[in-house]
């Protein structure tokens, strides 16, 4: 809790379904048809121009995560027109996403392309392999992805643009708003009540981010 | 690296999964190039691909290459063959030549399947010169073999095709021993065929470029410096890295390309040191090549 955070007396209310739906109202057929079952040419080029995705999992008991994946646009390979395949490249070895796809093979998948507003979605179910074939696909600055997660897709569509518009995310102005933020540094040192300069800890983790593969 | 503004005038299939690319000049002509040359193709989706100039030498306002669409892509070639259309702007590099064709009186020329495309400008080159020449072009199926009707119509019974579903493997060892005293190997293709060719062709004939390194075995990796004689700078590079990486990450420019050893696009001026020559393109002494290349002395002076 920070100070100035606002205590309710009460959790704020908890509304059903129902009340949601009489609040937003029902969408039109239109949007009930967009969601499709496989890859399409659009979503297939979305997927080649894409570098970066966030991708949900969750454990045994549906508690979710999300996570990013970036690399160069393309990086995640269509295998078939109901099959992707997602590098794991090195991370921090938390392994998170896999140890929620060993419990709950769900996956949620949101591809966004810099500059356009509208994002796509996929989802299914998903595993990881070692498939040579697959990793050499994936092949970068020399060196293979040492997994890959394949995912097997049931709903494949493409999200409107409000969010983003809203959201102001390509506008280049709205990057002023990391200058708010403290350095790295500074949070790793708050966070792991570390002892350490934090200018110190900066550098080393943008040394650490010079290697990427 | 000087890059080149293009308009991509025509792609069309050369055949079974092969595409040709018209590149023109957005900008005028375009710089001029030598058998055996390649481009680096920068695509929209960040890769830069390496690609034979397999096109007329002397229209200097177009350039042509061809493309494979490769099973096991990493993007490159998967993405020129589903996403780029005619029309599109792409920048091109000027052409460099690791594969330049030697004066000689008589050329045996060895091409498999998109390994053609350096091969084709240099049998025209040569037989406009005057010198004697045969192709032995082979590949899997006619189908699988693209300009097959151009080369026929060119340069006729110059040129033997070898479809080998049909015919099986050439027999190299019946070539060399056929070879003429003066005569000189060009060989482009895919792995096997040029670890065929190496084993059947006298090294000192045989002229070969790959698209993917050969597998070779070294010394375990280990740690050299690098002092910069121009910027007057030390890089160490680690065992775990490349000489390409550490100096990039020290903030020197370098070009790169491939990352493999085999398209040259990371050369450097060697000035002093040993170096160790891990790539398959064949370094000029006094250069070589930062992306697979390392040293066999603790340290090496280059001009950066």
Redesign the interface.
């Known amino acids: 809790m920070v100070s100035g955070d606002v205590i309710p007396e009460a959790r704020p209310r908890r509304l059903s379904f129902a009340e949601v739906r009489a609040r937003i109202g029902e969408p039109d057929d239109m949007i009930k048809r967009k969601v499709r079952d496989r890859l399409d040419q659009h979503s297939?080029?979305f997927i080649?121009?894409s570098?970066f995705l966030t991708m949900a999992t969750s454990d045994a008991t549906g508690l979710p995560d999300s996570s990013p994946r970036g690399d160069?646009?393309?990086?995640v390979k269509v295998l078939d027109e109901r099959t992707l395949a997602i590098p794991d490249r090195p991370g921090n070895h938390l392994a998170d996403s896999f140890r929620n796809l060993a419990e709950n093979d769900g996956i949620g998948l949101l591809f966004v392309i810099p500059g356009m507003r509208e994002v796509l979605r996929g989802n299914g179910r998903a595993y990881p392999t070692d498939e040579p074939?697959v990793l050499?696909?994936?092949?970068?600055?020399?060196k293979e992805a040492e997994l890959a997660i394949v995912v097997e897709l049931t709903e494949v569509f493409f999200h409107c643009g409000r969010a983003l518009i809203r959201s102001r995310l390509w506008d280049p102005a709205s990057q002023a708003l990391a200058g708010e933020m403290p350095s790295i540094g500074e949070i790793a040192a708050a966070q792991f009540e570390l002892d350490a300069d934090p200018q110190a800890l900066t550098d080393m983790l943008e040394d650490d981010y010079?290697?990427l593969y | 690296m000087a890059m080149q503004r293009t308009i991509l005038e025509k792609a069309e299939p050369v055949a079974e999964g092969a595409l040709s690319l018209l590149l023109r000049g957005a900008d005028g002509p375009l710089a001029p190039w030598e058998p055996g040359a390649h481009i680096d193709l920068a695509l929209p989706n960040w890769l830069t691909r390496q690609y034979s100039l397999c096109g007329d030498l002397a229209d200097r306002d177009t350039y042509r290459v061809a493309v494979r669409h490769d099973r096991l892509s990493r993007g490159g070639s998967e993405y020129i063959h589903l996403f780029l259309g005619e029309g599109r702007t792409l920048d091109v590099s000027v052409p460099r030549n690791n594969f330049p064709l030697l004066p000689a009186p008589e050329y045996l020329f060895l091409a498999g399947g998109i390994g053609i495309t350096p091969i084709m400008p240099m049998l025209t080159a040569a037989v406009e010169a005057g010198a004697s020449a045969t192709l032995v072009y082979m590949g899997r199926s006619l189908d699988s073999m693209p300009f097959v009707d151009e080369l026929r119509a060119a340069h006729g019974s110059r040129v033997r095709v070898h479809a080998t579903d049909r015919h099986g493997l050439p027999d190299f060892a019946a070539e060399a021993a056929e070879l003429g005293p003066g005569t000189l190997v060009y060989c482009c293709g895919p792995g096997p065929m040029l670890d065929a060719a190496e084993a059947a062709f006298p090294a000192r004939r045989l002229h070969i470029e790959r698209f993917r390194p050969a597998a070779k075995e070294f010394a375990p990796d280990t740690a050299f410096d690098v002092h910069c004689a121009r910027s007057e700078r030390t890089v160490r590079v680690g065992a775990e890295d490349s000489m390409l990486d550490a100096l990039t990450h020290a903030g020197l420019r370098i070009p790169s390309g491939c990352r493999e050893g085999v398209c040259g696009t990371c050369e450097i001026a060697l000035v002093d040191g040993e170096p160790e020559h891990r790539d398959d393109i064949g370094a000029a002494p006094g250069r070589m090549y930062t992306c697979v290349s390392r040293a066999l002395s603790p340290s090496l002076t280059v001009d950066l």
């Open positions: 297939r080029r080649a121009h570098p160069y646009p393309g990086f074939d050499a696909r994936m092949r970068t600055e020399g010079r290697h």
